[in-house]
């Protein structure tokens, strides 16, 4: 086998060939100075960088490892399909099946229509909702992420000012600030789009209030407006019916992706049976879009999730993990907060507003084999056994020792 070149090395060559060497989410010069950039094998709940060095994901590969990299039952599906086509002239019956599963699976879905990533599900999302109530306003939360289309991008770099005219913002968790962001729209509201938990970067993550959801419902409902919620982070982890189902509130149109097939690259709307001729009149398609390869992962992968309650493994695994943390974070005398859902949690430090602490400790982790991140939600899986939650303790343990070594206790 040829020698794989190190991370230097290929930071390296990437710079010259590569804008920036490494553009979006996924550029480490964002994240600390120990972060690897480059990574070359993951097994289960482990990842190996391009040094060779070997961690305990908790970042899922920021989301859509969902139960293990590499699973034997989804590499099998993906590869069967593969060898008897992928990209064809149409889809496959695999296509007809997946939608069938989810809709069988989702009750707010009567329809699904499939994309490749999250921003191409939002965007498509947003369409229908447009198509359908003839509108142009869409309400979304202050600091909420959709994604990475002009309409939504959180950098302003080459987004012309029309291209976000159509936003409106609302305040996460406050019904009197969607509201009046309504009626900001004097009646051109087409969409309240909404994500099932506030989950902004560089923030506590905040769960959405019962009163909120149901207010946020009855609102699009007065206004002839679709909610349609963004679950393309938290989609497959908190409920397989959809994130905001034991809230009892479902949604006109739903985006799906990250987790959706375990590391495919696939994404979907689902709707209702009253925006299914809005969404047929669209002309919204991509070379790839129809793949079989990953719609046969995804069928294999949400039949794994319901067959084995994946969403309960999820959320022992979070629930162990948190537990294990404040313990540890206690025991060294740190004050911290945890926040989200135990499933995709995060983890931020007292009075630490420069995020000093947390980039510290995070690299420590590194250091102990445990890739998580300072600023950005983790992702649990169902790969994450006890034993690997235990040993990512070892390794949390280990930095917090670190970080009051180098900071003192709080």
């Not at 060497?21 to 709940?45: C, I």
């Not at 990209?87 to 069988?104: I, K, Y």
Request: one cysteine or more; proline letters at 5%; aromatic letters at 8%.
């Amino acid at each position: 086998m040829p020698e794989i070149p190190g991370d230097a090395s290929l930071r390296e060559r990437a710079a010259k060939v590569i804008p920036g060497g490494m553009y979006g989410h996924l550029n480490a010069a964002l994240h600390g100075d120990k972060y690897p950039q480059f990574f070359v094998r993951a097994e289960g709940a482990r990842q190996w960088d391009a040094d060779g060095r070997e961690y305990v994901d908790l970042m899922c590969s920021w989301g859509p490892m969902i139960v293990g990299h590499r699973n034997p039952r989804v590499e099998e599906a993906a590869a069967a399909q593969q060898a008897s086509g992928d990209c064809l002239n149409g889809p496959g019956p695999v296509m007809v099946e997946l939608a069938e599963l989810l809709v069988d699976l989702i009750p707010s879905a009567d329809w699904a229509m499939f994309s490749k990533n999250g921003t191409d599900a939002t965007t498509q999302a947003l369409m229908v909702a447009r198509a359908a109530t003839g509108r142009t306003k869409v309400l979304v939360a202050h600091g909420a992420y959709h994604g990475a289309d002009p309409w939504c991008t959180p950098g302003l770099s080459g987004v012309t000012p029309n291209q976000r005219a159509d936003s409106i913002e609302f305040t996460y968790n406050d019904l009197a600030s969607a509201e009046a962001a309504a009626a900001q729209a004097e009646g051109d509201v087409a969409a309240i789009l909404v994500t099932p938990f506030k989950h902004d970067s560089f923030e506590d993550q905040e769960l959405a209030e019962a009163g909120f959801a149901t207010g946020v419902r009855a609102l699009a409902d007065r206004l002839g407006a679709a909610l349609v919620i963004d679950d393309v982070r938290a989609g497959w982890r908190l409920d397989l019916r959809g994130s905001w189902e034991p809230l009892g509130v479902r949604p006109d149109l739903t985006a799906w992706s990250k987790a959706m097939a375990n590391g495919f690259p696939i994404a979907a709307v689902t709707g209702t049976d009253a925006l299914r001729g809005a969404a047929q009149s669209l002309y919204s398609t991509g070379s790839f879009w129809f793949s079989a390869t990953a719609m046969a992962a995804a069928r294999a992968t949400i039949e794994i999730l319901r067959e084995t309650d994946g969403v309960a493994l999820m959320h022992r695994a979070g629930s162990r993990l948190r537990e294990g943390l404040a313990a540890q974070a206690a025991s060294h005398g740190f004050v911290v907060n945890q926040t989200g859902p135990v499933q995709v949690p995060w983890l931020s430090f007292e009075g630490d507003a420069t995020l000093e602490k947390a980039i510290h400790w995070a690299g420590a982790c590194l250091d102990e084999g445990v890739y998580l991140h300072p600023w950005h939600n983790w992702f649990l899986s169902a790969a994450h056994t006890d034993a690997e939650i235990d040993r990512a303790l070892r390794g949390t343990d280990a930095a917090f020792a670190k970080l009051r070594a180098a900071f003192g206790a709080d």
